[in-house]
């Protein structure tokens, strides 16, 4: 993008960038030191024999991978209605689910508190799945209508008259077609879902159900503020989540650079 | 006949079967959580008394009254201009310069953007520390001899700032990856060509790319406008909206009233606020694009 021929100029841009991601990695670094204060590695340690690191991390499993399912079943049938069928009064269902976009997660809480309680849902995973689902539909189902808008319609027109029907081009056009989206939805539902705190804070009570954004707070009560075992704790969650990450990374890009938010 | 028209009129709007699961299963999540919000912003409830006492629009009467209320809009505006200048400039640039040629982009890439996928939560401690005078930014300015105490987070002065630059922090990553995403379909053909014709560096990411990464700008605006409204972990968890209200949002103002002090009825009519405010912002944003693109 840059046209830089003289090797000083490519220096001072490799330092400007350097210079630049530095005020990234300080949290980092202070997130490692502050780990290993005081007692060293016996922090990890004292962390890891408490036992509730795997459980806090299965649940938080366990909801994000239902919150992208139920997430990518939604999206996929609404994204593609969105794009490619023709029926009465569209643009104002359109509306009514951008209008879900723009909700705090803070309104629903008292609402569902109150039903989850009559429905006996309170404590259980569906009580943040549920919701998930319902706050990070709305922006992939956008992301997803404007990528297939860019699918011809003739793709589908050529299938109709091979004889196949909306649902079998759905499955064999279309849905192949939406790799590259279905991935960044994918990963934007599984960080978002993933680091969620509100929803678990309130409707998550028992330790057995409770998720990793909840670590530190469990381990403040746990260990009367020593920070440096609540910071193992932050490292520990961080560490599978950049692994994660890294591993997404190619997959992830290329899905963003797909279509989303032209 | 009757039938006919019937038959016809579905067959043209079958279509529609492919929204309605997700439709559907917003109006029961969201649009009930609206009305109920709504219905109980007319009332007087802790959340425990089996009856409520309708009162009218006095919750809406005590909001215009209410100090914090205000503070909390001053907040969120001052939040907003900032965090989006700040964070799609800064997002912009790194794109900009991992497009030129640069050694270890992969690297860069991944170290903007692991501050994104990491939860808030997981990193109010860290910041908690950082930002306190046993954290490492004190030994540094130690280190460097600057008489300089970090206090910041416990001044009403400064704590906005900090939770501003742990959001730019945290936000950057995915204006970045945007910005990164819209430059590959500028054609680069056409910016070699104006480099050739004597175009500076400057000139064309002014005039080309910037214009080029409108879509991109636009839609970081109205999803800034909406994150703004809707903040709540960082304040929360790092400062719960103190010192004297100096970080209260509408989110944690909210949370305050309802789950802390069981004043529901008044937490319902300041949802409903925010609701208005964010479907105002989302709708003004969107129009202003409309209007120019």
């Given at each position: ?76 049938t609404?994204?593609?209605?969105f ?41 259980t ?18 992301l ?74 469990f ?44 | 006949m ?39 912003s007319?009332?007087?409830?802790d ?39 700040v ?65 910041w987070?416990?001044?009403?002065d400064?704590?906005?700032f ?132």
């Amino acid at each position: 993008m840059l046209e830089i021929r003289t090797k000083r100029g490519k220096v001072l841009l490799q330092l400007l960038l350097i210079l630049m991601t530095i005020p990234y990695i300080v949290p980092l670094i202070q997130m490692v030191a502050g780990s290993l204060g005081g007692r060293g590695f016996q922090n990890y340690k004292a962390v890891w024999d408490t036992g509730v690191v795997p459980v806090f991390f299965r649940n938080s499993a366990i909801i994000s991978a239902g919150v992208i399912l139920l997430v990518y079943i939604f999206n996929m049938t609404a994204g593609f209605g969105f794009s490619k069928m023709r029926f009465l009064g569209k643009e104002v269902y359109f509306w009514l689910i951008l209008v879900a976009l723009t909700l705090p997660e803070v309104i629903l809480l008292t609402p569902l508190f109150v039903t989850f309680q009559h429905l006996k849902m309170y404590n259980t995973f569906l009580a943040v799945i549920l919701p998930q689902t319902a706050l990070q539909m709305p922006f992939t189902i956008l992301l997803t209508r404007n990528f297939l808008n860019g699918v011809p319609d003739e793709l589908m027109e050529a299938a109709r008259i091979d004889g196949a029907n909306t649902v079998q081009s759905f499955w064999s056009i279309v849905l192949p077609l939406t790799k590259p989206i279905a991935s960044a939805v994918i990963v934007l539902t599984l960080i978002n879902s993933w680091n969620a705190y509100l929803l678990p804070l309130l409707f998550l009570q028992s330790p057995d159900k409770q998720t990793v954004t909840l670590l530190p707070q469990f381990f403040q009560g746990e260990f009367t503020n020593d920070q440096t075992k609540i910071l193992a704790a932050a490292v520990m969650t961080a560490i599978p989540e950049i692994t994660a990450y890294l591993c997404m990374q190619k997959n992830f890009e290329r899905g963003m650079s797909a279509g989303a938010l032209k | 006949m009757q039938r006919g028209i019937t038959l016809s009129g579905f067959r043209k709007n079958k279509g529609v079967v492919w929204i309605l699961p997700a439709f559907l299963f917003l109006v029961v999540i969201i649009y009930y959580s609206m009305f109920f919000t709504f219905d109980l912003s007319t009332a007087s409830w802790d959340g425990l008394s089996p009856v409520r006492e309708a009162v009218g629009l006095k919750n809406y009467e005590k909001l215009f009254g209410d100090k914090v209320f205000w503070k909390c809009l001053q907040n969120t505006l001052v939040y907003l201009v900032v965090t989006f200048v700040v964070q799609n400039a800064l997002g912009f640039i790194f794109a900009v310069i991992l497009h030129s040629d640069v050694r270890l982009p992969t690297l860069f890439k991944c170290l903007i953007f692991i501050p994104t996928i990491l939860a808030p939560a997981t990193m109010a401690p860290v910041f908690r520390l950082l930002f306190s005078p046993q954290g490492l930014l004190q030994s540094i300015f130690n280190f460097l001899h600057l008489n300089i105490t970090v206090d910041w987070l416990s001044r009403p002065d400064t704590a906005l700032f900090v939770l501003m630059s742990v959001t730019i922090w945290e936000f950057t990553g995915m204006s970045f990856i945007l910005y990164y995403a819209a430059m590959s379909q500028i054609d680069a053909e056409v910016l070699e060509a104006a480099q050739l014709d004597g175009a500076g560096n400057l000139r064309t990411l002014w005039h080309m790319v910037l214009p080029g990464c409108r879509g991109t700008t636009v839609s970081m605006g109205m999803l800034s406008v909406i994150g703004a409204l809707k903040t709540f972990d960082i304040p929360y968890l790092i400062t719960t909206g103190g010192p004297m209200h100096a970080t209260e949002f509408l989110g944690t103002y909210i949370y305050r009233q309802g789950i802390r002090q069981s004043h529901l009825g008044y937490a319902a009519a300041l949802s409903v606020i925010l609701l208005v405010l964010a479907v105002a912002g989302a709708f003004l944003t969107n129009k202003a694009n409309a209007k120019e693109g």
